[in-house]
């Protein structure tokens, strides 16, 4: 049984000595972008305290346009995930949101979808660079995974996930963190704002959730449409 007080406690405390790292960090230019603070910090984790095991780790917040927050050891992306959950708003035009809700349906074979955003109190949500960057490059996320590795798999273990789904990450994590795939069921998948693939054009909702429900069943390495 999951204990989300005990988990906050945790994750409080990792966090705040993941701080400290970042702000402490002697040469930080290969592990960040240019325009992002080195004391950026944007946290994650547990949507909620309905958690169902289920873990979505992607590369890294997209805050190059907008940032949550002007002090940027306070930041967070739960809030965004929190408010889709409980009030179905604040989907960007990806879908993004309903795209990690609906494949949480899909992994636990839940064919009910009237109300899809409360799915997503059900899940947990992690980049793996917690400064935050773009959306194109990888290299400094790399180098970010490699150099934050041991700060990585202290918060998965404090998560207790049953599942992961790599959005995108994939490539990453087989380079800095290979040991991850023989602890844990992880399943690639295309990141959520990912809309168009070589081979089949335009990707909305549908095409991306049948494309996740294909992967279910057979758990392939990812191709170059990850």
Known sequence: MFDYNEYEKRISDLFSRWCDAHRTEKSCQETKLPDIEQKSFIRDGV????????LFIMKEAN???HRESEEPSTRTQLKWYQDYYTKGMGDNRPKQLEKIARMYLALSRITVQEHVHHALGRVAIMNL????????????VLAYTKQYKEFILEQIRIMEPEKIIVLGTDNILTKA???LNKKY?????????????????????????????KRLDTKPRPDGDN
């Open 63 to 65: 805050i190059l346009r």
């Open 177 to 179: 963190i290979p040991e």
């Open 129 to 140: 660079n917690k400064r935050g960057g773009g959306n194109k490059e990888d290299t400094h």
């Open 185 to 213: 069921p992880i399943i690639p998948m295309w990141h959520t704002a990912y809309t168009r693939s070589p081979k089949q054009g335009y990707i909305n909702v549908e095409n991306y959730i049948s494309e996740f429900k």
């Open 47 to 54: 949507v909620s305290d309905n958690y169902d095991g289920v």
